[in-house]
């Protein structure tokens, strides 16, 4: 049990591992006690030391000094405890070094399983203190195995985890790569590696910038906000401290290279590169570029907005399967809704002609209704009579019974609008030569503000298919 070097494997195991050298000792003696008791019973008093000289681990058995003895594991008579040491009395307590080569096979086993378990929750500890300060750090590696889907990369210190959902989709490493990733978590009871790794977060592509643009190293440009689709595109809005320098071509830099060495890492992800601004609708209307915005109506109650945009930029601003808009609203954190100025126009008309038809209400009381953002019938019934009374010639009464009118003819425009489906006329089976074609029938239903106008088609075609928006 006890090794001649071990003050050397000691040594060479706290370099290596990290861990502190007075654990591993502490660790050594504990699994030698814990040998002794396993050979010679728990009652046993035993105490185990590094001897630092001599580079070995030294177990003493203690045994009190007695008249007469009755427990031989415990005691020893005054009589052989005087050849040990002359000047012992009855109450003493003796320690005699014991020979760890007679714990036997089981006392061995034991003790290595104690130093097993100790290191390898010192090497725990270790790498928890070591790695719990860097959580959002970049970290470089090198792919060792992979388990699962899951990529284990070896740190030298330790091994980290890059799950299969912190990985960039169609990347794909082997073993021996090189593989950058951000510290995203680490964990402290865990079987696995402790460390967890992501390539998708967007802060991962907030340090990258951070490392190649030494202006925001520095503080002077600030990132504002970033959005990924992994993979794919990324949108990333930029400050600067300093009216002088640009961020935008600070993150660009010369001949784009500094946003390219970013590019590059997230093997060909897209990156838009935003200029922040304190207007909400300004910074919404950046991270919508490069389309061109007409207007913005703005529902702060709803933290959502109503872009609209020339009918020619509507593709440009909804982006393929919508990853311009989705990527934007991540960035600014309102919830948009994009329409082309057709679009818009023919809500508006539809909510217009829905206010004409409310009993009451005329071409001048719809205009000041318009003014006062009321668009539709809809809207008119759910007012307040407070707010109303502030618009110009109406009073309570008038008030309350423009709400109650509206009402009204938003029940007989769903009653006009149901008995219109249940007539819908049927194709006509007849021969190839003669079709009969239904009569064209359009329904314009009412739209509250934000949505888009519905019409209502023949039971022949499918009515859930929206038109496509390129």
Not at 65 to 77: D, N, R
């Amino acid at each position: 049990m006890l090794i001649a070097d071990i003050k050397r494997v000691v040594e060479q195991v706290s370099r290596d591992k990290g861990i502190d050298r007075q654990i591993l000792i502490q660790a050594l003696e504990e699994a030698l006690r814990s040998a002794a008791r396993k050979k010679f019973g728990p009652k046993i008093e035993i105490e185990a030391s590094f001897n630092d000289a001599s580079g070995e681990i030294e177990v003493f058995q203690f045994k009190e000094v007695v008249e007469k003895v009755e427990e031989p594991e415990l005691q020893i008579s005054i009589a052989e405890g005087r050849k040990l040491d002359p000047e012992c009395e009855v109450g003493d307590s003796l320690g005699t070094k014991m020979d760890a080569s007679t714990f036997g096979r089981i006392a061995a086993q034991s003790a290595k399983q104690v130093i097993i378990q100790k290191l390898k929750d010192a090497e725990r500890d270790a790498v928890y203190t070591n790695f719990i300060d860097r959580k959002g750090e970049i970290i470089n590696g090198i792919v060792q195995r992979f388990d699962r889907g899951d990529i284990v990369v070896n740190l030298g210190a330790t091994e980290a985890a890059l799950p299969v959902r912190e990985q960039v989709p169609r990347e794909s490493y082997r073993r021996g790569d090189r593989i950058r990733a951000l510290i995203l978590d680490v964990l402290y009871e865990t079987r696995g590696p402790q460390v967890v790794l992501t390539r998708t977060h967007p802060d991962f592509l907030v340090m990258l910038f951070k490392t190649e643009v030494p202006e925001i190293a520095e503080g002077i440009v600030d990132i504002k906000g970033a959005a990924r689709e992994p993979g794919s595109r990324a949108k990333i809005a930029v400050s600067s401290q300093d009216s002088d320098i640009d961020p935008v071509g600070a993150c660009v830099g010369m001949k784009g290279s500094r946003v390219q060495n970013v590019v590059q890492e997230l093997r060909g992800e897209k990156i838009d590169i935003i200029p922040w601004h304190v207007d909400a609708a300004k910074f919404v209307c950046n991270a919508l570029a490069p389309a061109e915005i007409s207007r913005v109506i703005i529902d702060e109650e709803n933290r959502a907005m109503e872009v609209i945009v020339p009918d020619e930029f509507l593709s440009v601003a909804i982006g393929k399967r919508g990853q311009n808009v989705r990527l934007a609203s991540k960035l600014t954190g309102w919830h948009l809704d994009v329409n082309s100025e057709s679009q818009y126009n023919q809500t508006m008309k539809s909510g217009y002609d829905s206010l004409v038809q409310v009993s009451g209400v005329g071409i001048g009381m719809a205009d000041a209704l318009f003014e006062k953002g009321y668009y539709s019938a809809e809207e008119l019934a759910g007012a307040e009579v407070a707010d109303l009374v502030q618009i110009r010639g109406i009073g309570e009464e008038k008030a309350k019974q423009l709400i109650d009118n509206a009402h009204n003819a938003l029940k007989e425009a769903r009653v006009l609008s149901a008995g219109r489906s249940r007539i819908a006329p049927e194709k006509v089976d007849t021969p190839e030569d003669d079709t009969v074609e239904a009569p064209p029938s359009t329904v314009q239903a009412e739209v509250p503000e934000g949505t888009q106008e519905t019409q209502e088609t023949p039971p022949d075609t499918d009515a859930s298919e929206e038109p496509s928006q390129n």
